[in-house]
């Protein structure tokens, strides 16, 4: 926690950090979750988790993850969801990745894309 709060991750809407960098925060949170699930740090680390996955997958004003005009993801975003999809097939934030690419690529509205993927508001 403390190596994430020395800096912000995003400031007035826009992403401060990398896709990349992201991705990988929102894993080390998915590792920290899995292997000390009693930990008086969970219900934190599960607020982080949530939040950093939230702006993974719907983006940001300044920083979105797909063109709302034409409805398709971001070059950038996508690749990275393909390099997390990858790296750690088995993790949560894989599988919300597939499912967000999996509802573009069947044209879904995006408001329908929210709640199919079921994120936390």
């Known amino acids: 926690m403390e190596n994430y709060s020395k800096e912000n991750y995003a400031i007035n809407g826009g992403l401060m950090i990398t896709w990349e960098e992201l991705g990988e925060r929102l894993i080390a949170w998915e590792n920290f979750m899995n292997k000390f699930p009693k930990s008086p740090l969970i219900k934190k680390a599960k607020r982080a988790y949530d939040d950093y996955l939230l702006d993974y997958i719907l983006g ?44 573009f690529d069947a044209h879904i509205p995006m408001d329908q894309i929210e709640d199919r993927i079921n994120l936390r508001r």
Do not use: F, H
């Open 60 to 103: 940001m004003d300044s920083s979105p993850t797909y063109n709302r005009t034409e409805g398709k993801l971001m070059d950038d975003t996508k690749e990275e969801y393909s390099r997390i999809i990858r790296k750690y097939p088995n993790s949560r934030t894989a599988k919300k990745a597939k499912e967000l690419i999996a509802a």
